[in-house]
């Protein structure tokens, strides 16, 4: 089987000093690993050698392109648009059936790292709220996080749920993944039990307003035997027995709303579930920010045409307004990429899959759970690489920058050379000499091989 092999430049100091062309190679079957960062400033052809890996991979190689700019254009690619207006997405609720890679709980807590990824995180209990709704979603559906043999659903696009739904279809609902919007009903139904005391369950008795009047009777009565200790204190003349006659009827409201709650409680789960959910402004902002994900169309059940191609060209530019939604797709889906690779197994060293990413620093973080990290230090095994570009090494996280196998440097815009140097442990003065498109520095780190940092000429390629 062929490998690829990709030319990035000759020599420099062979060049300039013997005149001699000294090719520097990039191979597959020779690189420690095949992730690859290519850093430099706009315009110094970071897009080129984006091209240059992708074309030159071997066609067995599936690889993934999140086009920030939307101007990576790849012969025999198939590029989706991702907006409001296309909405093509990607159901967040779709689970890998795979018993050890995939299941309920990896994807809710897909679904909460997402957004907490983004500027505006979960509060502990917006956290805890959303789990329990993520989860009961799924229990409605007869898919339970414990029992494996219940993961397999199929998936259906906007349209098709709601010819479901308009033809009462329930039983073929029950074979079809939950979506958001399935949450948010959920979600709406428990407000509605906690603000009016009507469940949708069962004879409408609502377990939850009987307690709540339970407690707030209770209270009433402990306020008014305080008040009539103040009341004796300071010689009102208040008469105490109606006062009692009171209490006491408040008392029995109170027994008879607590009786009325015994009474409705037909699963013994009742209370358990009205502790999930006890506060209505935490399940209120919930469904909000549950809307406003929706509206995005990015976590829309209307998976993108991709079809057989190999080369899936993500055009994000209509997301770039809002950095947000932009890094919760991105996120979401190199985790999906992650646990599908996983579940494949262990190539043998093959590069099977690579994904693409450029504009990197608005990814990047020191977290370990960061897909992009996960990737580089777990992902070698199972055939995932991924290709980072950037305008600044110093953008890259530690993590890349000591585990991938190649750093090609393009010229650099001169306030990024100091940490750039720091970052990478390199002298300034190795930067200096870079010039737009037409020399760079590349650490290749081969088997076997010392790594360095190498200066290359593209002029003569």
């Given amino acids: 089987m062929s490998t690829t092999n990709i030319k990035l430049g000759n020599d420099f100091w062979k060049l300039t000093k013997e005149k001699q062309e000294l090719p520097v190679m990039w191979r597959e079957d020779q690189v420690s690993n095949h992730h690859v960062g290519v850093a430099g400033m706009s315009g110094a052809g970071k897009t080129h050698w984006i091209r240059e890996f992708v074309t030159n991979m071997g ?22 648009i ?54 009961d979603a799924y229990a409605a559906r007869g898919i339970l996080a414990d029992d494996p043999s219940t993961w397999s659903r199929r998936e259906a696009s906007e349209q098709e749920l709601r010819e479901i739904i308009a033809g009462k279809r329930w039983d073929e609902l029950r074979e079809i993944y939950p979506t958001l919007t399935d949450v948010v009903r959920l ?23 009987c307690l709540d009047e339970y407690c707030r009777l209770m209270g009433s009565i402990n306020k008014r035997r305080t008040d009539i200790g103040k009341a004796r204190g300071r010689g009102a003349g208040e008469d105490l027995e109606a006062l009692e006659k009171r209490l006491e009827a408040a008392k029995g ?115 370990t759970n960061n897909p992009i990290n996960v990737i580089v230090n777990e992902m070698r095994k199972f055939g995932l690489a991924i290709l980072l570009a950037g305008q600044s090494p110093a953008h890259f996280s530690t993590d890349f920058i000591k585990n991938a196998g190649t750093l090609l440097l393009l010229n650099l815009a001169t306030a990024d050379w100091d940490e750039a140097a720091r970052k990478l442990k390199i002298d300034v003065k190795d930067l200096k000499y870079l010039r737009p498109q037409k020399s760079g520095a590349v650490r290749i780190v081969e088997k076997g091989q010392v790594s360095n940092f190498r200066q290359i000429s593209f002029e003569a390629c």
Avoid: C
């Avoid at 907006?83 to 994807?107: C, I, M, Q, W």
């Fill in 59 to 80: 066609p067995d190689v599936e690889i993934d392109i999140f086009d920030y700019h939307g101007d990576i254009e790849i012969e025999n690619s198939e590029t989706v």
């Fill in 82 to 135: 991702f907006s409001e207006a296309t909405r093509y997405g990607f159901n967040p609720l779709v689970l890998n059936p795979d018993k050890h890679y995939g299941g309920v709980r990896r994807a809710v807590n897909d679904v909460i790292d997402a957004i907490n990824s983004t500027s505006r995180k979960l509060g502990g209990n917006q956290e805890g709220v959303l789990r329990h709704l993520l989860t």
């Fill in 187 to 209: 979600a709406k139904r428990k407000l509605r039990a906690l603000w009016m005391g009507v469940d949708d369950h069962g004879n409408g008795k609502s377990a939850l307003a």
């Fill in 253 to 367: 409201k109170a027994a008879e709303a607590h009786q009325v709650y015994l009474d409705s409680i037909e699963t013994g789960i009742e209370f358990e579930d009205a502790i999930k959910y006890h506060s209505k402004d935490v399940l209120l902002s919930v469904i909000t920010r549950l809307e406003n994900l929706i509206a995005t169309g990015i976590f829309n059940p209307n998976p993108p045409p991709f079809g057989a191609a190999k080369i899936h060209r993500y055009n994000l530019k209509p997301l770039a307004q809002s950095e947000d939604e932009l890094k919760m797709f991105v996120r979401f889906r190199m985790r999906a990429i992650v646990r599908e690779m996983m579940q494949r197994g262990e190539s043998n060293g093959k590069l099977r899959r690579l994904v693409v990413l450029d504009e990197s620093k608005k990814f990047n973080d020191e977290e």
